[in-house]
Every structure is written in C-alpha cells, then in structure tokens.
C-alpha cells in the first residue's frame, strides 16, 4: 500500500475516528466534573480537579488536532507531488517532436 493509500484509507480515518470519539468523553467529562462540583464540600478541591481535567482533555484534542493536520498536510504534499509528475510528463511530451511515421 502506498503512503498516499495509507492517509487515504488509514490514517486519516482513524484520526477523524478519535476525535469523534473524545467528542462524547469530553462531554462525560463535563458531566462529571458539574457533578463532582455540585456535591463536593470542598468546591476548592473540586474546581482544581475540574481544571486538570479541563486541561489534560484539552491537551488531548489539541495533540489529535495536531496529528490529524500533518496526515492531511502529508497528503496534500502527496498530492501536490503526483501533479508536479504529471505535468512534468506532460510537458515532455509536449516537448518531443511529432513523428508520423
């Protein structure tokens, strides 16, 4: 399989697949933390949890956001490479001299 193939049917799926995913933990995450503030004595201690979590699922989609960008700029390199060939092919052979032979 080609790495062009790869991102097409692979990589890039699978990426777009995990941030779907954290999509709805992150919503959990956010329920809880509501929860864990509304029935906490110590709302301190809870708001400082709330904000490692914020934090750490904030990093999380930041790092997935981050890869999922260089497997779409990877394939658009890709791309941009195959037209760079084929319109070097096609020049050439514009270039050649016509033969009817």
């Keep these: 399989m080609s790495e062009l193939q790869k991102l097409q049917q692979t990589e890039i799926p699978s990426a777009r697949q995990v941030l779907r995913e954290n999509y709805s933990k992150l919503h959990k995450v956010a329920d809880y933390c509501e929860n864990n503030y509304m029935q906490a004595t110590d709302k301190r201690k809870a708001l400082e949890e709330t904000m490692a979590y914020s934090a750490q699922s904030l990093a999380s989609v ?18 941009a490479s195959e037209l760079h060939q084929v319109e070097a092919n096609i020049s050439f052979s514009h270039s050649q001299p016509f033969s009817c032979a």
């Design 62 to 79: 930041a790092y997935q956001i981050s890869n999922l960008a260089s497997n779409v700029l990877q394939l658009l390199d890709l791309h």
